[in-house]
């Protein structure tokens, strides 16, 4: 079965890797040499060379010259694992078996941009593994393969992706198998069930100290490390912070935003509900006790 793989983010080096372990036939490796915008990009160009794969640098997938570039490898399947461009009509159609995606939430809920962010920020206990064949949609394709992934309380975002990575590797190599043997299912998505989740902008990681202290501590393990981290202003410093604890604050009387604690691990917030703990923040602030953020 031959394959064509698209992908430019750590997860695509990881399946991209999956399929070499199984010596897949991989005919071309589509990626990105540069991302400057996305924190967790990955240029595969050095892991398909090393394999003698040929690569394209694919800045528009879609582009004439890249549809033309993928049609004369003749791939049976496109894997297309960690891209944020939707697909268009031509390239779509142009392998038999299709092009597979991958989409970590519990299609058909939670299709759209940064699903492990908004899994984390929302509080979500769980989300999944999610395969299926693309179409002109966002997420909206037929599944092929799904698992429920649990969310810990302790989790964060560099330890949800380890997971969700780890339980899609394993349904990527069954997956491969199914595929070239005509073994396979798809289930249509109930699009009554579906919601799209928006693309996040800079103020969404701006911490808001009315918020509940839940809400703040599932911010910052949401943004933390690959990810761009959860921020606040204090005397025009913006500060980082990349690791956080609840801690119960009973007293209603005080304001939001005023610093409880201070000491060498780190300093408590009031919150609007509780307070939060902050135990790794870049630039650390010049602060006092009682001072506001």
């Not at 940064?114 to 899994?119: F, G, T, V």
Request: aromatic fraction near 6%.
């Amino acid at each position: 079965m031959r394959i064509v793989f698209i992908g430019a983010v750590s997860f695509s080096a990881s399946m991209l890797e999956v399929l070499l372990r199984m010596k897949a036939e991989i005919v071309g490796v589509c990626t990105l040499s540069r991302a400057p915008s996305n924190s967790d990009h990955a240029d595969l160009s050095e892991q398909a060379h090393r394999a003698g794969i040929p690569v394209l640098d694919a800045p528009d997938i879609n582009a004439a010259q890249a549809v033309e570039w993928i049609r004369r490898l003749a791939p049976d399947v496109i894997f297309c694992l960690g891209w944020s461009r939707l697909i268009r009509p031509e390239l779509l159609g142009l392998a038999p078996l299709g092009v597979v995606g991958y989409h970590p939430a519990e299609l058909p809920a939670n299709r759209g941009r940064h699903p492990l962010i908004w899994a984390l920020a929302l509080g979500l206990e769980k989300t999944a593994s999610t395969f299926f064949l693309m179409d002109e949609g966002a997420d909206s394709g037929d599944i092929l393969s799904q698992l429920s992934v649990p969310i810990q309380s302790t989790d964060d975002a560099a330890s949800l992706y380890e997971r969700i990575t780890d339980v899609a590797a394993a349904q990527l190599r069954d997956m491969v198998l199914a595929l070239a043997s005509g073994r396979y299912d798809q289930r249509p998505q109930d699009t009554s069930q579906a919601n799209l989740w928006r693309k996040r902008g800079r103020l969404d990681g701006q911490i808001d100290w009315r918020m509940t202290a839940v809400s703040i501590h599932n911010l910052v393990r949401a943004l933390t490390k690959p990810y761009p981290g959860a921020h606040f202003v204090h005397h025009d410093l913006e500060c980082k912070v990349w690791k956080a604890e609840i801690v119960p604050e009973p007293r209603r009387n005080l304001e939001p935003g005023k610093v409880l604690a201070i000491d060498a691990s780190g300093f408590t917030v009031k919150a609007g509900v509780d307070a939060v703990r902050m135990l790794m923040v870049e630039p650390l602030p010049a602060l006092r006790l009682g001072d506001y953020l």
